[in-house]
């Protein structure tokens, strides 16, 4: 599966913290995040990560581009909940393209986990079917 991280300044440590809880799980896919997030998960869990452009130059609009190319299976988006924080369109477009295409999105711990769980399960093979990149796909049109 093809998985798309990204974590607001106050929540990088958050999803940290949750990568190195479900390192063997998020360990058997493919990850791609912004490019500062990739960077902290990275170095806290060995993981495997294709670094995108930072959310400020653009990382966010290449994981929406992936999202309607249906080269993305899970979200995960922890965004900074303050009151005071402000939420320009990019994020509300990037919510409605999950919507649009659906792509399942956690944009909290809760959820996180839940999606995880459900990853490892089995739960969500029926995105490898829709996703035209995943292995399932490559093996059907290579015969």
Request: aromatic fraction near 6%; proline fraction near 2%; hydrophobic fraction near 40%.
């Amino acid at each position: 599966m093809e998985i798309a991280i990204i974590a607001h300044d106050l929540k990088k440590e958050l999803m940290t913290q949750l990568c190195i809880a479900y390192c063997g799980i998020l360990s058997k896919h493919n990850l791609c995040a912004t490019s500062i997030t990739a960077k902290y998960i990275s170095e806290a869990t060995g993981l495997k990560i294709e670094r995108l452009l930072t959310g400020e130059q653009g990382g966010e609009q290449q994981i929406a581009s992936r999202i309607a190319y249906d080269e993305i299976d899970i979200l995960l988006y922890f965004r900074d909940t303050r009151p005071s924080a402000v939420y320009d369109e990019g994020d509300m477009e990037l919510l409605r393209m999950c919507d649009m295409y659906n792509v399942p999105v956690a944009t909290n711990i809760a959820t996180a986990e839940a999606l995880i769980c459900a990853l490892d399960r089995g739960d969500l093979d029926w995105r490898e079917i829709v996703n035209p990149k995943s292995e399932y796909n490559r093996k059907k049109h290579n015969r």
